[in-house]
């Protein structure tokens, strides 16, 4: 019978080898909470649907710096004037009274923003189809910059390289506005919301 052996000595640099493991029990994952879309946050300003008209008054809200602002618009006519839609502000223009302004010439829609270099930065999207909801969402970044979005899609940018006006509270929310001599555009306006960033 050959004589037992001794066990040989690990080699230098070999691994030694791993001891079992129990298997672990898997942790439930954390879900990451997403940012809510802008027509699910913010400040509720209008649920329903209204026909636009010159002086009405929907609310007040206090305003941010930074902000976005979401509403649905669906234009019934048109005019060739440049009509009111929706104005954030206590006055008609200057520093921090459009904050913003949305206006419309025909079917396309004019969203103006005050900043400290000029009266307004002016956003204008192409003409939009008439007796089709349309969402329109303005997002106004530090220095008075302001992006236009169409169904989800950007159409428009304005940069006023001034200073943002800066946040006032018990603003008035107009649709449409009581100063503009054009009046009220041919529109009807729906879900609007405001959400400070």
Known sequence: PNPPTEPSPELPGRPEPNPPTEPQPEQPQTPTPEQ????????????GNVAVRKGHRLTTIDTASIFELSFDIMFTGTRPEATSVLHIGNEFSGYGARLPAVFAEGTAVEVAISSSHQTSAICKTPSLQQDVW???????VPGAKM?????????????????????????????????????????????????PL
């Open 36 to 47: 809510p879309p802008a027509q699910e946050s913010g400040i509720s300003i209008l649920k």
């Open 134 to 140: 349309v969402n329109i969402r303005v997002v106004v």
């Open 147 to 195: 992006y236009v979005l169409v169904d989800g899609e950007e159409v428009c940018y304005a940069n006023a390289d001034g200073m943002s006006a800066p946040p006032q509270k018990g603003v008035s929310v107009w649709a449409s506005d009581p100063w503009n001599n054009a009046g009220a555009a041919d529109a009807r306006v729906r879900d609007i919301r405001y959400l």
